[in-house]
């Protein structure tokens, strides 16, 4: 499977941006999805997750009530949606794929295939 996340850029805080991540390779519908992010000097950290047999979504604290995390299994993509922007959202986006499907982890190493990366900066 390969992933392809894309829909960062800069904007102001209080803003908003969409993430996509575009899967090829091999159907995706089974398996557990989610979004990373890393800022400089951090680790990388959850940030939303869904599984592909169940609309349950996860999300780290912070991102709750402002990112939404949704699927299309039919054009095999996967996007956040990032309301209300804070300038400590600035981070590289990181689009993930467990192709067991058994649960939304929280860690990285539960995911074996991983998107390049997409900059989102917010300003204040």
């Known amino acids: 499977v390969q992933l392809q996340a894309y829909g960062g850029g800069l904007v102001q805080a209080g803003g908003f941006l969409r993430l996509s991540c575009a899967a090829s390779g091999r159907t995706i519908r089974g398996y557990t999805l989610g979004w990373f992010r890393q800022a400089t000097g951090k680790e990388r950290e959850f940030v939303a997750g869904m599984r592909g047999t169940s609309s349950n979504t996860f999300y780290e604290d912070s991102v709750k009530g402002r990112f939404t995390i949704s699927r299309d299994n039919a054009k095999s993509t996967l996007y956040l949606q990032m309301n209300s922007l804070k300038p400590e959202d600035t981070a590289v986006y990181y689009c993930?794929?467990?192709?067991?499907?058994?649960?939304?982890?929280?860690?990285?190493?539960?995911?074996?295939?991983w998107g390049q990366g997409t900059q989102v900066t917010v300003s204040s």
């Open positions: 993930a794929a467990d192709s067991t499907g058994l649960r939304v982890g929280k860690r990285p190493y539960e995911y074996d295939y």
